[in-house]
């Protein structure tokens, strides 16, 4: 596995434990996000091919997250 998937998947991972600690459903952020279950999924499972600024700091906002560090694991 390459450095990138690699940390696409563990983005993904910390992104899918962030939203269930938070008790959603992949329906429920995706509507919170202003995006497609579809793509929640695919970011958690690290297979995402594209992801916004904008989509990343709506994520951020969601979680209150203060620093983009905490959400992608690059």
Not at 52 to 63: E, G, T, W
Request: net charge positive; proline share 1%; hydrophobic share 40%.
């Amino acid at each position: 596995m390459h450095n990138y998937e690699e940390k696409m998947k563990k983005t993904g991972e910390n992104l899918r434990s962030l939203r269930l600690r938070r008790g959603l459903s992949v329906e429920q952020l995706a509507f919170m996000i202003n995006s497609e279950p579809a793509w929640i999924l695919q970011l958690e499972n690290g297979q995402a091919e594209k992801i916004s600024f904008n989509q990343l700091d709506r994520l951020c906002k969601v979680f209150n997250i203060a620093s983009l560090n905490e959400l992608i694991m690059f």
